[in-house]
């Protein structure tokens, strides 16, 4: 089956202008999420959603930063005024609905690799 | 912020040979998990562990839990040329707040099997 998709897959941006990237999430799959991850370094969360809203952003480095779920399906995360500092890959993961206290186990996207110039 | 290290950060041996990678964190947990990561693509999930639990087998995979020294390692036996990638340990954090569900990785240990 299809799993979590990312588009685009590359985006170079100048400084400053503002980027949108987008997550496709697998099937009633209620949770979603955004990492990025620097370059040799593991992914840092970002946010989380569950449904369409959103219930943790403390990830979100500065307030540049601002992501969305409107029908709890695709989620869009935009990026306004872009640093070099924010060049890294974005990876949305979503997960499916689970008995509370069962673990979660998150399937990634292959996610969007943003270069700012 | 990244939860801790993997260590050693890269490793390199032959086709055949075992494989084993630690991981160390600093807060209580839910469960640990280890992910595969090959150059260009997104996270793969290889096995879950339990903070309950102390061993785990998969496959070729077997991983440990101490969480008296909070701490984690996952062994790749008869390891393949097709196994080279970064192996990046996360874990479910007991008390993150928030609701927040999202997992704390490692830095990653890069293996590399040579053929």
């Known amino acids: 089956g299809a799993g979590v998709s990312q588009s685009p897959r590359y985006k170079v941006a100048k400084r400053g202008q503002d980027v949108a990237l987008r997550c496709d999430p697998i099937?009633?799959?209620?949770?979603l999420f955004w990492y990025q991850q620097a370059l040799g370094q593991g992914p840092e969360f970002l946010t989380y959603?569950?449904?369409?809203?959103?219930?943790?952003k403390s990830g979100l480095p500065s307030d540049r930063f601002f992501a969305e779920r409107p029908e709890g399906s695709v989620s869009t995360l935009k990026i306004q005024r872009t640093q070099q500092e924010d060049s890294a890959v974005y990876l949305c993961a979503s997960s499916p609905p689970r008995p509370k206290r069962e673990p979660d186990t998150q399937y990634f996207g292959p996610g969007t690799r943003l270069t700012v110039l | 912020s990244q939860q801790g290290e993997e260590d050693p950060q890269a490793l390199s041996i032959q086709e055949g040979e075992n494989a084993t990678m630690n991981c160390s964190y600093k807060?209580?947990?839910?469960?640990l998990q280890w992910y595969r990561q090959n150059s260009g693509r997104g996270l793969v999930h290889l096995i879950l562990i339990r903070s309950n639990e102390r061993e785990k087998h998969s496959g070729r995979l077997r991983v440990t839990l101490d969480t008296s020294k909070k701490s984690s390692s996952l062994l790749i036996t008869a390891s393949r040329a097709a196994d080279t990638a970064s192996y990046f340990c996360?874990?479910?954090?007991?008390?993150?707040?928030?609701?927040?569900?999202?997992?704390?990785f490692g830095k990653g240990t890069h293996l590399i099997i040579q053929p």
């Open positions: 807060t209580s947990i839910n469960n």
């Open positions: 959603f569950q449904n369409e809203a959103q219930l943790d």
């Open positions: 099937s009633g799959h209620v949770s």
């Open positions: 996360a874990t479910d954090e007991m008390y993150s707040g928030g609701g927040a569900d999202g997992l704390t």
